[in-house]
């Protein structure tokens, strides 16, 4: 890499977040899933994504939104990201501590007004997602936008979750199995 290139990714990296994250992205969507972690963790600090200590991104996420994305993303400590997850930042996302994400997660914020029978991808706008402590996000499973997910709960693999799920359930399909009554 010459001088005039790391100039160029130097100012990238001082020149507002959204510029930062695609520079992040650029650096690391051509690593191998699991290659790199802790340098994928930091680019995204660097952007501005608050992600506390311990925590880890095994890929570059995809970070999808308007504006400052990075401000709307809260990572907790000793949380565990695998590879191509997808974060739509038009919504706060806010993931507590000790949460694992398998592969290929969705994180949708934005939402349409469907009252329009002629248009029902009307008028967009944005909901908050809240994953409580402990939880434990299988692959391939989407979350909607607005929904609060209970501290302790598992997500099965490729469930989409379209209501908020109280503190220590195990969410499969459309069954709802309380993890508490196991103990």
Known sequence: MNVRAETDLLRD???????????AEWLFSRSPAFVA?????????????????ASVFWGMPTLAGIGDV?????????????????????????????VAVGQDVMF????????????????ASSAAIEIGNGSWLGAR????????????????????????VPPNMLLMGKRRISIAKWR
């Open 37 to 53: 972690a802790r340098a994928v963790t930091a680019a995204l600090r660097l952007a501005g994504v608050k992600i506390g200590r």
């Open 108 to 123: 949708l914020t934005r939402t349409y007004d469907t009252t329009d029978p002629m248009q029902r991808a009307g008028k």
């Open 13 to 23: 990296f001082t020149q507002g977040p959204a510029l930062r994250i695609r520079a």
């Open 141 to 164: 499973c989407t979350i909607m936008p607005g929904i609060k997910v209970g501290a302790g709960s598992v997500i099965g693999a490729q469930v989409v979750v379209d209501k908020d």
């Open 70 to 98: 990075a401000s709307r993303l809260t990572v907790g400590t000793y949380c565990g990201f695998n590879a191509r997850t997808y974060f739509e930042l038009d919504g706060q996302i806010t993931i507590g501590d000790h």
